[in-house]
C-alpha cells in the first residue's frame, strides 16, 4: 500500500459525460501527479501540481481539467467524453515535487466510456 | 521529443534463468531515471532511481545500472513472484520544470 488513495476504483459512463476522478495523497506529501495509462499509449503524464499550484504540464487534453485544494486532495475533471478515453487514470505524490523525489503511485481508476 | 524504448517487450524466464532488461532513451537535459514494477491493474512500485552515467543500484536480486544512453535491469536467479511488468521513465528538464516520460515497459513471466 502506497499510502496515495483514488476515488472512485471504477467509473463506467457514456460519451459527451463529464466525471470527476479524486486523489489523496501521502501524508506529509505536497506535489500530486495525474498520469493516463492506456494499452495503445502506455502510461502518459499529464499534469503535476506543487502545493496547489500547477508545476508542469504534459500531454493533457483541453477537455481535461485538474485542480489541487488546500488540504492537498486532488481532482481530475474529464469532460466531452470520447471513446478513446477509456484507460486507467493513475494519480502519484512524492514529497516536494522536484526531479529527485520518488513517486508513489495510487491505485488508479479505471475509466470505460461506452 | 525525449524517448525512451524498452526491450525486450516480453520475456519468459524459467525461475533462477537470470536476464537483463534494456532502457535506452534519448533526451536532452536527463535529471533521473527511473525503475517501476507494475502488476496487473496495480499501481507502479518504485524500484530505483539513478542519477549518472556509471552509478548502480541493487534490491534483493534486481540490480540497476545506468550509461549516457541507456539504463538496464538486471534480475538475478528470478522467481515466480518476479513476474511483472518493469517501466523505465526519465525525468528531462522542459522550459523550466520536469518532465517524465515513460517507456513502454517489459512484461516479465517467471515459470516455476
Known amino acids: 500500500d502506497s499510502g496515495v488513495t483514488q476515488t472512485p476504483k471504477h467509473l463506467i459512463t457514456a460519451t459527451g459525460q463529464r466525471v470527476t476522478l479524486r486523489c489523496s495523497p501521502r501524508s506529509g506529501d505536497l506535489s500530486v501527479y495525474w498520469y493516463q495509462q492506456s494499452l495503445d499509449q502506455g502510461l502518459q503524464f499529464l499534469i503535476q501540481y506543487y502545493n496547489g499550484e500547477e508545476r508542469a504540464k504534459g500531454n493533457i487534453l483541453e477537455r481535461f481539467s485538474a485542480q489541487q485544494f488546500p488540504d492537498l486532495h486532488s481532482e481530475l475533471n474529464l469532460s466531452s467524453l470520447e471513446l478513446g478515453d477509456s484507460a486507467l487514470y493513475f494519480c502519484?505524490?512524492?514529497?516536494?515535487?522536484?526531479?529527485?523525489?520518488?513517486?508513489?503511485f495510487g491505485p488508479g481508476t479505471r475509466l470505460t466510456v461506452l | 521529443e525525449d524517448q525512451v524504448t524498452q526491450s525486450p517487450e516480453a520475456l519468459r524466464l524459467q525461475e533462477g534463468e537470470s536476464s537483463s532488461l534494456n532502457c535506452s532513451y534519448t533526451v536532452s537535459g536527463l535529471r533521473g531515471l527511473f525503475w517501476y514494477r507494475q502488476d496487473p491493474g496495480k499501481g507502479p512500485e518504485f524500484l530505483f532511481t539513478l542519477y549518472s552515467a556509471g552509478e548502480e543500484k541493487e534490491k534483493e536480486r534486481l540490480k540497476a545500472t545506468l550509461t549516457k544512453k541507456e539504463s538496464f535491469l538486471h534480475i538475478t536467479a528470478p522467481k515466480p513472484e518476479d513476474s511483472a511488468t518493469y517501466l523505465c521513465a526519465v525525468q528531462a528538464a522542459s522550459g523550466g520544470s520536469y518532465i517524465p516520460t515513460f517507456g513502454r515497459g517489459t512484461s516479465l513471466i517467471v515459470h516455476p
Open positions: 502519484a505524490s512524492s514529497e516536494r515535487g522536484v526531479y529527485t523525489d520518488t513517486q508513489y
